[in-house]
């Protein structure tokens, strides 16, 4: 196994953000981890950089795992330290790159999005995740909420990702027949991610295109709350073929997905349709039905819209309960009825997606 002094050895051949003083010495270093002879690096620079010294970071990598004894080396850039003024933003509509080679197998790709936070996004991308392999099809989920990753925890997962035999990508975790990545498998539960847009979209595409996903029918991926400047480029640099927008019934949250329906049509993104979670309130002791948050007002938004209604699951104990332990209840109880909502929607988005003339979906479930 390599030593913390070779990889710095190794650095010093590198030159760093100026072109003049070596990479080792540029005072941008802020993590250096080896683990099972892989080695972690952090480089801290300005996020305005981030895209310029995208060669710096592939040279750094590759120099790295070049020296005997590493099987593997992952670089990444993050924010600097100090805060600074925000940088430009990136222009919107710029022309969607071409995607990269972790993507080459995979056939498309589906954002399961929300215009705020709180509404159990992560929970419903999950569920639909597995769903969607229940359902035949071969299935990866991506988790690009960067701010407060979730499928670590969703799918009962830790430690750090391994490498492909060539040492150039990362191999994704597997369970419950769904293909697994995260920024949370990368850096520790209690670190703050305190990244801007550039180095948001930095990690984005690393997670996008440094991943071995193989052969996939269906990249789903997991996207930050909001309507920002990162989801909009997220929606172009993945290259969506529709999305699932998630709201709770109440007004409030409604104003929010109406943001997101509009952002995908401003980047001619597809939306799927609705799907509405929290939808209502099972008493498990009773079972009194309760409106917590108003009822339908995710279906009577999706009419208005002319979009697809693709169905409601409810604030339930059995959901939460199987989500903390690692277990989305479409895996952990496929049969129970707090599971029929997410085949469901896996469906839905299945028939959607084959109305565009792509392949008709597969029905093996239910």
């Given at each position: 196994?390599?030593?913390?002094?070779?990889?710095?050895?190794?650095?010093?051949?590198?030159?760093?953000?100026?072109?003049?003083?070596?990479?080792?010495?540029?005072?941008?270093?802020?993590?250096?981890?080896?683990?099972?002879?892989?080695?972690?690096?952090?480089?801290?620079?300005?996020?305005?950089?981030?895209?310029?010294?995208?060669?710096?970071?592939?040279?750094?990598?590759?120099?790295?795992?070049?020296?005997?004894?590493?099987?593997a080396a992952f670089v990444a850039l993050t924010a600097e330290h100090a805060p600074q003024a925000a940088a430009p933003s990136r222009a919107p509509h710029a022309p969607a790159p071409a995607q990269g080679a972790g993507l080459e197998k995979v056939?498309?790709?589906?954002?399961?999005?929300?215009?705020?936070?709180?509404?159990?996004?992560?929970?419903?991308?999950?569920?639909?995740?597995?769903?969607?392999?229940?359902?035949?099809?071969?299935?990866?989920?991506?988790?690009?909420?960067?701010?407060?990753?979730?499928?670590?925890?969703?799918?009962?997962?830790?430690?750090?990702?391994?490498?492909?035999?060539?040492?150039?990508?990362?191999?994704?975790?597997?369970k419950y027949g769904v293909k697994l990545m995260s920024i949370g498998f990368l850096v520790p539960d209690d670190a703050a991610v305190v990244w801007r847009g550039p180095l948001v979209m930095t990690a984005i595409k690393q997670l996008l295109n440094d991943v071995a996903w193989g052969e996939l029918d269906?990249?789903?991926?997991?996207?930050?709350?909001?309507?920002?400047?990162?989801?909009?480029?997220?929606?172009?640099?993945?290259?969506?073929?529709?999305?699932?927008?998630?709201?709770?019934?109440?007004?409030?949250?409604?104003?929010?997905?109406?943001?997101?329906?509009?952002?995908?049509?401003?980047?001619?993104?597809?939306?799927?349709?609705?799907?509405?979670?929290?939808?209502?309130?099972?008493?498990?002791?009773?079972?009194?039905?309760?409106?917590?948050?108003?009822?339908?007002?995710?279906?009577?938004?999706?009419?208005?819209?002319?979009?697809?209604?693709?169905?409601?699951?409810?604030?339930?104990?059995?959901?939460?309960?199987?989500?903390?332990?690692?277990?989305?209840?479409?895996?952990?109880?496929?049969?129970?009825?707090?599971?029929?909502?997410?085949?469901?929607?896996?469906?839905?988005?299945?028939?959607?997606?084959?109305?565009?003339?792509?392949?008709?979906?597969?029905?093996?479930?239910?």
């Amino acid at each position: 196994m390599a030593t913390n002094e070779q990889v710095l050895a190794a650095l010093s051949q590198v030159a760093g953000p100026d072109g003049k003083t070596s990479l080792r010495d540029s005072g941008i270093l802020s993590g250096l981890n080896i683990h099972d002879s892989k080695v972690y690096l952090t480089l801290t620079v300005p996020p305005e950089r981030a895209q310029a010294l995208e060669p710096m970071r592939l040279a750094a990598q590759k120099a790295v795992a070049a020296l005997p004894g590493v099987a593997a080396a992952f670089v990444a850039l993050t924010a600097e330290h100090a805060p600074q003024a925000a940088a430009p933003s990136r222009a919107p509509h710029a022309p969607a790159p071409a995607q990269g080679a972790g993507l080459e197998k995979v056939k498309k790709i589906i954002g399961v999005a929300s215009g705020k936070g709180g509404v159990g996004k992560s929970t419903t991308a999950a569920n639909l995740a597995v769903a969607l392999a229940r359902l035949g099809q071969k299935v990866g989920l991506l988790d690009a909420d960067v701010f407060g990753p979730s499928v670590p925890l969703l799918f009962g997962l830790h430690g750090k990702p391994s490498f492909s035999p060539d040492g150039h990508s990362l191999q994704p975790f597997e369970k419950y027949g769904v293909k697994l990545m995260s920024i949370g498998f990368l850096v520790p539960d209690d670190a703050a991610v305190v990244w801007r847009g550039p180095l948001v979209m930095t990690a984005i595409k690393q997670l996008l295109n440094d991943v071995a996903w193989g052969e996939l029918d269906i990249l789903v991926v997991d996207m930050p709350p909001g309507t920002g400047d990162v989801q909009l480029t997220l929606a172009q640099n993945a290259s969506l073929a529709g999305a699932v927008v998630v709201s709770t019934p109440q007004d409030l949250a409604l104003i929010d997905a109406r943001r997101a329906v509009a952002m995908f049509a401003q980047v001619k993104t597809p939306v799927l349709g609705l799907f509405e979670n929290m939808s209502y309130f099972l008493c498990p002791h009773c079972g009194g039905r309760t409106d917590i948050f108003a009822h339908g007002g995710a279906e009577a938004e999706a009419h208005k819209n002319g979009l697809r209604f693709l169905g409601a699951a409810p604030l339930d104990m059995a959901i939460r309960e199987t989500s903390d332990k690692g277990a989305p209840v479409a895996a952990s109880a496929p049969d129970s009825p707090q599971a029929q909502p997410y085949l469901a929607l896996a469906r839905g988005v299945l028939e959607e997606l084959a109305k565009a003339g792509r392949r008709a979906p597969v029905f093996t479930v239910g």
